[in-house]
């Protein structure tokens, strides 16, 4: 009731408080996961277009028929499907709305109207929603740790693009609806309602916030840069779930409760330790009181509170149509192409690798592609706005043909080799023996780029084969795309199903 009424006289999102003019800021995490419950179940109205979860769905079933070329190897069905999701996980709404999906969505609409000369109403919509709500989500995420260049995930100055985004985001957001089509008024009324929600209103004050907050800290008091993502709601999360557990879970604490417990989280120190089953990040940051200054007389302290068969096209045929052998042939090529196209992106990054290492223009000839050709139609969706050049790897055919032989044999090989002994020599020395590498390389570092080139595919594709594995137990993945895998995959569907049935029975 208190945010309401200050809302009510205080319309640029401040408050004051004891002639101390304060930004309101809302947790953005919480904000973001906001966005994404109300878009699982409503569609947006984005520029006068139509964006639909449904499109993120589609993206993902396909994704998932890639095997081990996937495109969103971190998407599971918790991070789609509306029964399974885990919605207090931020990272799960921030994993769905990132620009790997992004990319998907461009290059999976581009690729739907070249085979199909029609693409999907909505796709190319949602691929823009998405790639909007990643990047406000990186705007006001910024920390030392995750700098990427071509994102807005870093520090704020007084002259970097954060602040011209929040002013174009505010606006976006602002002309940004909901189509509501199952709600009690939607239903009552017999057709869809435009509405907003209250997420919409949170992002609009946090930007504000921002943009005041930035303004003060550069021209009044001088910063040269700070962090966005120290403003959160973290440090306040894990304040009073300390509270609460010193108090025995006593949520309404009285005044002098209270006191005694902050003081005494103040001597056992109260920013550690974390708890890992929290639902938020731990607060590495120290504190600004003198714990000497608490045991001085009342008056004298003042307190500071401070997201098998594969049509591309959206309208499926019916079953007898699919059956067709043309229809099987079509969809066996296009998957194929998709294979090829996300194979590319892969292996792309292992050339950035070696050209990182080995730091060599003759090198460089043998592995990266002079021209831009079909083969990176998905790399280019990849690339990043913010950059003006390129800044992805795009590796020549030899290569590719190369990485794509080497992953097959090494997912291959661990399907029937998992259990031994030395599997990373034994496999290296296969590679070796059995791949040719003649193109890659120079004369002078020939045998130094094969062995990178070997050693860093077997890191990387081992650790996908486990990692594949490992989200079978956990059920992340579908039995309908398990049954399509080897041996191994579906022995770990059976042990996960044992198990399930195993927590069914004890839990009765």
């Known amino acids: 009731m208190t945010n309401i009424i200050y809302f009510n006289y205080f319309t640029d999102g401040s408050v004051n408080i004891a002639d101390h003019d304060l930004s309101i800021f809302f947790d953005p995490p919480h904000l973001l996961k906001g966005l994404r419950n109300n878009f699982l179940n409503k569609d947006i109205i984005w520029e006068e277009k139509t964006a639909s979860w449904k499109d993120i769905e589609f ?25 399974k999701i885990k919605k207090m996980k931020v990272s799960v709404a921030a994993q769905v709305f990132s620009a790997r999906t992004a990319a998907m969505l461009k290059y999976t609409n581009a690729l739907n109207y070249f085979h199909t000369a029609n693409s999907d109403a909505t796709m190319a919509t949602t691929a823009e929603v998405v790639e909007f709500f990643d990047t406000l989500f990186d705007s006001v995420n910024g920390y ?73 800290l550069f021209e009044q008091y001088n910063v040269e840069y700070y962090y966005p993502r120290n403003i959160n709601q973290d440090p306040l999360e894990n304040f009073f779930g300390r509270i609460r557990a010193i108090n025995y879970r006593n949520v309404n604490p009285d005044a002098n409760t209270f006191i005694y417990a902050f003081k005494s989280l103040m001597l056992s120190n109260m920013l550690s330790p974390h708890s890992k089953f929290s639902n938020c990040e731990e607060d590495n940051g120290e504190t600004l009181l003198n714990v000497s200054l608490l045991f001085k007389n009342l008056h004298n302290n003042k307190e500071n509170d401070s997201e098998n068969t594969v049509s591309i096209s959206r309208d499926l045929p019916s079953s007898s149509q699919a059956s067709s052998r043309e229809k099987l042939l079509v969809n066996d090529v296009v998957m194929e192409k998709i294979k090829v196209h996300c194979s590319a992106y892969t292996a792309g990054y292992i050339c950035r690798k070696i050209t990182r290492a080995i730091r060599c223009k003759d090198c460089i000839k043998t592995y990266i592609s002079s021209t831009e050709t079909n083969i990176h139609s998905y790399i280019k969706f990849r690339e990043y706005k913010l950059l003006k050049n390129n800044n992805l790897a795009y590796p020549n055919e030899k290569f590719l043909i190369l990485y794509r032989d080497g992953t097959h044999f090494i997912h291959n090989y661990l399907n029937y080799s998992c259990i031994g002994s030395n599997i990373k020599s034994n496999l290296k020395r296969k590679i070796l023996s059995t791949l040719s590498f003649s193109c890659l390389g120079c004369d002078k570092h020939a045998l130094i780029v094969k062995n990178f080139f070997t050693n860093i595919l077997i890191r990387l594709h081992g650790h996908n084969w486990c990692n594949i594995n490992n989200k079978i137990l956990k059920g992340d993945i579908d039995e309908k795309y398990v049954s399509k895998m080897g041996e191994p995959q579906k022995l770990a569907l059976k042990k996960y199903k044992s198990l399930r049935l195993r927590k069914k029975c004890l839990s009765k």
């Open 144 to 216: 030392p740790g995750g700098v990427q260049r071509g994102k807005l995930r870093r520090a704020v100055k007084q002259n970097s693009q954060h602040h011209t985004f929040w002013i174009e985001a505010i606006n976006k957001i602002k002309k940004m609806v909901f189509v509501d089509t199952s709600s009690k008024h939607a239903t009552k009324a017999g057709k869809p309602r435009l509405v907003r929600v209250p997420s919409q209103q949170g992002w609009i004050t946090t930007l504000e916030s921002f943009i005041r907050v930035s303004k003060l």
């Open 59 to 83: 993206i993902f079933d396909l994704d998932s028929k890639l095997g081990h070329t996937r495109a969103l190897p971190k998407l599971t069905a918790h991070h789609v499907d509306r029964q």
